[in-house]
Protein backbone atom coordinates (compact mmCIF):
# COMPACT_ATOMS: atom_id res chain seq x y z
CA UNK A 1 0.00 0.00 0.00
CA UNK A 2 2.82 2.50 1.24
CA UNK A 3 4.35 1.99 -2.39
CA UNK A 4 1.62 2.82 -4.63
CA UNK A 5 1.09 6.55 -2.39
CA UNK A 6 3.53 8.15 -5.22
CA UNK A 7 1.80 6.33 -8.43
CA UNK A 8 -1.78 7.98 -6.64
CA UNK A 9 0.13 11.59 -5.91
CA UNK A 10 0.86 11.45 -9.46
CA UNK A 11 -2.64 10.58 -10.63
CA UNK A 12 -4.41 13.31 -8.39
CA UNK A 13 -1.20 16.04 -9.56
CA UNK A 14 -0.90 15.83 -13.33
CA UNK A 15 -4.73 16.73 -14.33
CA UNK A 16 -4.67 19.42 -11.84
CA UNK A 17 -1.18 20.68 -13.31
CA UNK A 18 -2.57 20.40 -16.54
CA UNK A 19 -6.08 22.48 -15.88
CA UNK A 20 -3.58 25.17 -14.19
CA UNK A 21 -1.46 25.37 -17.28
CA UNK A 22 -4.37 25.55 -19.57
CA UNK A 23 -5.87 28.57 -17.37
CA UNK A 24 -2.20 29.99 -17.40
CA UNK A 25 -2.32 29.75 -21.35
CA UNK A 26 -5.74 30.53 -22.24
CA UNK A 27 -5.13 34.22 -19.57
CA UNK A 28 -2.00 34.82 -21.26
CA UNK A 29 -4.14 34.92 -24.79
CA UNK A 30 -6.37 36.93 -23.34
CA UNK A 31 -3.75 39.26 -22.25
CA UNK A 32 -2.68 39.38 -25.47
CA UNK A 33 -5.83 40.30 -27.31
CA UNK A 34 -6.06 42.99 -25.00
CA UNK A 35 -2.73 44.41 -25.22
CA UNK A 36 -3.26 44.22 -29.11
CA UNK A 37 -6.27 46.71 -28.39
CA UNK A 38 -4.51 48.84 -26.27
CA UNK A 39 -2.19 49.01 -28.55
CA UNK A 40 -4.18 49.94 -31.82
CA UNK A 41 -5.07 53.42 -29.64
CA UNK A 42 -8.69 52.05 -29.00
CA UNK A 43 -8.43 54.14 -25.71
CA UNK A 44 -6.04 52.24 -24.07
CA UNK A 45 -2.08 53.53 -23.07
CA UNK A 46 0.83 52.49 -24.79
CA UNK A 47 2.41 51.28 -21.06
CA UNK A 48 -0.70 49.62 -20.01
CA UNK A 49 -0.38 47.77 -24.02
CA UNK A 50 3.25 46.76 -23.11
CA UNK A 51 2.82 45.72 -20.37
CA UNK A 52 -0.47 43.51 -20.97
CA UNK A 53 1.62 41.78 -24.08
CA UNK A 54 4.82 41.22 -21.69
CA UNK A 55 2.35 39.52 -19.11
CA UNK A 56 0.32 37.55 -22.14
CA UNK A 57 3.93 36.15 -23.07
CA UNK A 58 4.79 35.19 -19.58
CA UNK A 59 1.33 33.20 -19.14
CA UNK A 60 1.37 31.89 -22.73
CA UNK A 61 4.89 30.35 -21.76
CA UNK A 62 4.75 29.38 -18.10
CA UNK A 63 1.40 27.48 -18.72
CA UNK A 64 2.98 25.47 -21.88
CA UNK A 65 6.36 24.69 -20.08
CA UNK A 66 3.52 23.52 -16.41
CA UNK A 67 1.91 21.36 -19.32
CA UNK A 68 4.85 19.87 -20.84
CA UNK A 69 5.94 19.52 -17.43
CA UNK A 70 2.62 17.64 -15.94
CA UNK A 71 2.66 15.71 -19.72
CA UNK A 72 5.75 13.91 -19.68
CA UNK A 73 6.07 13.20 -15.87
CA UNK A 74 3.03 10.99 -16.36
CA UNK A 75 4.61 9.56 -19.55
CA UNK A 76 7.99 8.99 -17.74
Do not use: Y
Not at 18 to 47: K, N, R
Request: proline share 3%; aromatic share 6%.
Amino acid sequence: MIESVPELFDLVTAPLLTIAGTTLVGGGLFAELQSATALAGDGGSMVFGLWLAVMGAVGVIGGAKVVRDAVTGQLS
